[in-house]
């Protein structure tokens, strides 16, 4: 009895914290295409961090944790505005300009 009671209360308690993710992920989104951003630079026509920076180091400046950072980038990556590669990420194009970042990054 305990047990279903306790497997019943983690299954609501996980269906909630999707639920909250789900409401946080579009600002969350945004917080990390920011802060993606703002550690680039301009290198060869291409905006790149380098070298690459962990979902762990972008958690803690953007006060999240890393699972979820981790899921954004994973979208970014999926949505072809962001590819990682073993020492840098790069950024695409499409990712700057929704975030109005193309000047500042060229003047780098």
């Known amino acids: 009895m305990c047990l279903k009671f306790m497997h019943?209360?983690?299954?609501?308690?996980?269906?909630?914290?999707?639920?909250v993710e789900s409401l946080v992920q579009p600002?969350?989104?945004?917080?990390?295409?920011?802060?993606?951003?703002?550690?680039?630079?301009?290198?060869?026509?291409?905006?790149?961090i380098e070298p690459r920076i962990s979902c762990n180091?972008?958690?803690?400046m953007i006060?999240?944790?890393?699972?979820v950072v981790n899921n954004v980038m994973k979208k970014m990556s999926l949505e072809g505005h962001i590819h990682r590669q073993h020492d840098r990420?790069?950024?695409?194009?499409?990712?700057?300009?929704?975030?109005?970042?193309?000047s500042q990054i060229n003047a780098k």
């Open 8 to 19: 019943a209360m983690a299954t609501r308690v996980h269906h909630l914290t999707r639920k």
């Open 63 to 67: 006060g999240s944790n890393y699972e």
């Open 27 to 48: 600002e969350l989104y945004d917080r990390v295409a920011k802060t993606l951003i703002s550690l680039s630079k301009n290198n060869d026509g291409m905006v790149v």
């Open 89 to 102: 990420i790069v950024i695409n194009e499409p990712l700057i300009r929704e975030h109005g970042y193309s």
């Open 57 to 60: 180091d972008i958690s803690k």
